[in-house]
């Protein structure tokens, strides 16, 4: 019988044939974690009372290696793997540079203090719905969409987020939750629409959906490569996640229906997702569509900024003033977008660091009050916080400092920065705006600050009167809820007095943007170097092949 032909694969034709090192487990581990934690959750779903501690292990172990992680990029410059060790781009690489690391941890940081808090806003039913595990898959999403280095996969990451969201407003299915989480979803799912198509107009363009190869690509394309119109595409998509003017509508319309903790998680995280892949594709990879829309981006980002501190102005509940704020904290970061210069994004990677910071712990902070006043929202309603809580009154007044940009606090230096940039390129009326929305939204906070904590009851109290003192918090509950929101505010006051790590890291961020060779570097350096090992290996097999064929020319 005659023998089968032998074939013998060459792997590192197609595959990266060294070991993982440590430090690349590191670039995904904040996935696997909240994955396993979620999925562990799921199974014990008969002990919901054990979720809460669950979460908190792993978001402390989230925050470790998000930590570690940033500190091997502020050293070493951007990391990458690629899933199934195949070479990049036909893998789904996950690479992280400053600015992906830098959001990526002060997530984990906010989503670690909510984890603590929120034992005492989810009650049983809540934690047998399923709240936990939709925050571990909510976080997965987050992670996710930080640290990948493929188009596609952000896009999947989205789409994890707004699942888990979607869970997450709906928990407790009252009607005003449902009706937020329909307006919620269905613009959501437009601009993940949107967001699939530009991305396969982008890889029918470029033939790749790996990001440093698109950003080496996008530079070698004809003129009439449709670049302009897959940019305006993808600003819309990630202006509607963003929400910013004019498709900002479902923000308000729904962060003030789910329970507080998760409107805290809302306000500090998901937007600020928006902002960050508006810039990973606008600015790193499709640079010439930033250019072509820089004018536009400007107009949105100056209208976004009003209308979020003019509606903050207009609103009676308290969460709704906070979610305006959210918006005009999106049109500042929209500003150093459209500016473009290195300082400007460093500007907005600052301004989105202490929005993180700053509107979570706004939001704990409205919690809290919330509470000890029996569940009531309306300014008119609330009064007498400081006679109830000094502590809550001083933490509280700290940010409104902070996202009214008023030193020696975290927003302060982000508008600085965003305001010499902006100067620096002769964008005086996006100056103007700048400093109008901050003088806007003292205004706004001032007022929530006078009425609920200064004045001493409801409106109609007597002037020097104070009204039934507010129901205070004791033990282990007054300890969930100051604990986050205090080491919240600690950061947001450290960023305002120390900020040169944080100007030091958020350029780097931006340098890693306008200048994307490490970047493509830390995906490609393995292949390259793997290549130019085979080439030496192919030249040795050939000069020896030559030396044996001279040795028997020479026997005969």
């Given amino acids: 019988m005659a023998g089968s032909p032998s074939h013998s694969v060459d792997l590192s034709q197609a595959m990266i044939i060294a070991p993982s090192s440590p430090s690349d487990w590191l670039i995904i581990s904040p996935i696997i974690i909240t994955i396993l934690a979620g999925a562990i959750m799921v199974m014990l779903r008969s002990k919901p009372n054990i979720h809460a501690y669950l979460a908190t292990i792993a978001m402390a172990m989230v925050v470790t290696c998000e930590l570690l992680l940033l500190q091997n990029v502020l050293e070493q410059g951007p990391q990458s793997m690629t899933m199934g060790r195949w070479m990049p781009p036909f893998g789904i690489s996950f690479t992280v540079d400053a600015m992906g690391a ?29 709240f936990y595990p939709f925050l571990m898959l909510l976080m997965t999403g ?15 990451w989205f789409e994890v987020m707004l699942i888990s969201s979607f869970g997450l407003i709906i928990l407790g299915g009252e009607r005003a939750q449902i009706d937020g989480a329909l307006k919620y979803a269905i613009l959501n799912l437009m601009a993940t629409t949107l967001f699939l198509v530009a991305t396969g107009l982008l890889y029918g363009v470029t033939g790749t959906l790996n990001m440093a190869d698109i950003a080496l690509k996008t ?8 670049m302009g119109t897959i940019g305006a595409l993808y600003f819309l998509a990630f202006a509607m996640k963003a929400a910013a003017f004019p498709v900002n509508f479902w923000l308000p319309a729904s962060y003030h229906t789910p329970r507080i903790v998760v409107s805290a998680v809302f306000a500090g995280l998901l937007t600020k997702v928006g902002v960050y892949a508006l810039i990973r594709t606008l600015v790193m990879i499709l640079p010439e569509s930033r250019e072509q829309l820089s004018e536009i981006m400007a107009i949105v980002a100056a209208l976004t900024m009003l209308v979020g501190t003019l509606g903050a102005l207009a609103q009676n509940d308290v969460r709704r003033i906070l979610g305006y704020l959210v918006i005009a904290g999106i049109g500042s970061m929209l500003a150093g977008v459209a500016i ?54 001083i933490l509280f007044l700290v940010l409104v400092f902070a996202v009214s940009g008023l030193p020696p606090f975290s927003g302060f230096w982000p508008k600085f920065v965003l305001v010499e940039a902006a100067l620096s390129e002769g964008h005086h009326w996006l100056t103007f705006a700048i400093l109008i ?14 009425h609920a904590f200064w ?7 007597e002037d020097g009167r104070d009204a039934a003192p507010l129901n205070n918090l004791v033990g282990t509950v007054r ?3 100051f604990i986050p929101i205090s080491v919240l505010t600690v950061f947001v006051v450290i960023m305002g007095v120390m900020p040169t790590p944080f100007f030091g890291m958020a350029q780097a961020g931006s340098y890693s943007l306008l200048r994307p060779q490490a970047y493509t570097q830390a995906v490609f350096g393995e292949v390259i170097k793997q290549k130019q090992e085979q080439h030496k290996i192919m030249n040795k097999e050939a000069e020896s092949k ?11």
């Fill in 102 to 130: 830098l959001l990526a941890a002060v997530s984990g940081i906010v989503a670690l203090a909510v984890c603590i808090y929120s034992s005492l806003d989810i009650n049983y039913t809540g934690r047998r719905l399923g």
């Fill in 340 to 393: 473009g210069t290195g300082t400007a994004i460093m500007g907005s990677i600052l301004y989105a660091v202490h929005s993180i910071l700053v509107m979570t712990a706004l939001y704990l902070s409205l919690g809290v009050l919330i509470r000890m006043s029996g569940g009531k929202y309306s300014l008119a309603e609330l009064g007498g916080g400081y006679k109830a809580s000094s502590l809550l009154s």
């Fill in 142 to 156: 987050v992670s996710g969409s930080f640290l990948t280095g493929d188009i596609f996969n952000l896009y999947v």
């Fill in 437 to 450: 929305s901050g003088l806007l939204t003292s205004i706004a906070m001032g007022r929530v600050w006078a």
């Fill in 219 to 226: 530079t070698l394309l004809p003129p009439g490569a449709p």
């Fill in 546 to 556: 030559n030396e044996v064929d001279k040795k028997e020319e020479g026997s005969h």
């Fill in 479 to 481: 300890a969930r809820a």
């Fill in 455 to 461: 004045r001493g009851g409801p409106i109609g109290t």
